[in-house]
């Protein structure tokens, strides 16, 4: 069992920038690829970011490309998000998950995610 925490958000206003962090409590961090998907108040959880188990492969949503980045650091068994300019429209409860494998031609996909964290708020105002 992966326990995932994530940390890092908070309020922010429009133009400004977060990074998120999301720690691992498996050594075998290095074997995961992981995700960031977000829940904005009334909506339906969607995909943000996406890294490979060796930080090699990077993936963005079209909304967040050219404004966040994701990154890890595999001997710290920490995941980042680092969010710029941000919009009010980015306004959500951000999780990170965890899935074994390396099929990142499933990175959106949800359901196929093994593990989730507890999200944290992120509030951008105008």
């Known amino acids: 069992q992966v326990q995932l925490v994530e940390s890092g958000g908070g309020l922010v206003q429009a133009g400004g920038s977060l990074r998120l962090s999301c720690v691992a409590s498996?050594?075998?961090?290095?074997?995961?690829?992981m995700g960031w998907f977000r829940q904005a108040p009334g909506k339906e959880r969607e995909f943000v970011s996406a890294?490979?188990?060796?930080?090699?492969?990077?993936y963005y949503a079209d909304s967040v490309t050219g404004r966040f980045t994701t990154s890890r650091d595999n001997a710290k068994n920490t995941v980042f998000l680092r969010m710029n300019n941000l919009k009010p429209e980015d306004t959500a409860v951000y999780y990170c998950a965890a899935m074994l494998g390396t099929a990142a031609y499933l990175r959106a996909r949800e359901d196929k995610y093994d593990y989730w964290g507890q999200g944290t708020q992120v509030i951008v105002s105008s």
């Open positions: 498996e050594s075998t961090f290095s074997s995961y690829f």
């Open positions: 890294i490979s188990a060796s930080g090699g492969g990077r």
